[in-house]
């Protein structure tokens, strides 16, 4: 069975620093895709990123990159230069292929600083 | 980009009244749409995949019958809580894939929050 663990239930960055966001994740299957979701208390989902299980290098979408290590089954959010619209809760989710259902990581709550 | 419209974005109602949720995809078709429920402060859950022109599949411990979910074309799904009571007050969240795109993700709606008193 897939699973996702974010540990993480809560971070605080200072505006302008980076931030890591952990996620963890376990299948069996070969082939599936990792995605990070901005929920802002708004309430919408927002797109962030996406790395596929077959992907050799990192994703990147302007400050969010995605450090995917695939033998430790990890794929970590990296948001750079952090705003203070960056406070949201941030889930980590993962798809098998055919299915498109996705698995959701319990969030993290980021915080940024003024 | 890809838009899910959702409506309505909140709803209050009597306790066993139904409500209809409704999810469209607005600039592109989506034969399989999701439903999920999120609690506060807690993760989405997946309660079912809506399939167009078929019955819904319902994850467990759902119930079927309490939920019901159509999918009468390529653009729109509903989802009905019947008979609702205050434990079904909760953020109602549905999202579509682009099956025209590859590796596209999933894009939500705004979400439904409905409260039931």
């Known amino acids: 069975a897939q699973k996702i663990t974010q540990t993480q239930p809560g971070m605080f960055v200072q505006e302008k620093e980076a931030v890591t966001l952990d996620c963890t994740y376990d299948?069996?299957?070969?082939?599936?895709?990792l995605f990070w979701y901005k929920q802002p208390s708004s309430g919408e989902m927002i797109f962030l990123i996406y790395?596929?299980?077959?992907?050799?290098q990192n994703a990147t979408e302007g400050r969010y990159s995605l450090n995917f290590q695939k033998a430790r089954k990890s794929a970590n959010l990296v948001i750079s230069a952090s705003q203070l619209g960056d406070s949201a809760m941030y889930f980590c989710?993962?798809?098998?292929?055919?299915?498109?259902?996705?698995?959701f990581g319990t969030g993290t709550r980021l915080k940024v600083l003024a | 980009g890809a838009v899910v419209s959702q409506h309505p974005s909140w709803v209050i109602c009597k306790s066993g009244t139904s409500v209809k949720i409704e999810c469209r995809s607005l600039?592109?078709?989506?034969?399989?749409m999701f439903w999920y429920r999120q609690f506060p402060k807690q993760s989405l859950m997946l309660m079912a995949t809506?399939?167009?022109?078929?019955?819904?599949?319902?994850e467990q411990g759902v119930e079927k019958d309490k939920f019901l979910i159509n999918h009468a074309s390529l653009t729109l799904s509903t989802l009905t809580v019947t008979s609702a009571h205050p434990e079904d007050s909760s953020f109602y969240i549905c999202?579509?894939?682009?099956?025209?795109?590859?590796?596209?993700?999933?894009?939500f709606g705004n979400g439904t929050r409905l409260t039931v008193t």
């Open positions: 809506s399939n167009e022109g078929s019955k819904a599949t319902y």
């Open positions: 999202s579509a894939r682009d099956a025209g795109a590859a590796n596209s993700p999933l894009h």
């Open positions: 600039d592109f078709q989506a034969t399989t």
């Open positions: 299948t069996s299957d070969p082939s599936y895709g």
């Open positions: 989710a993962m798809t098998a292929p055919g299915t498109y259902k996705y698995i």
């Open positions: 790395q596929g299980s077959y992907d050799q």
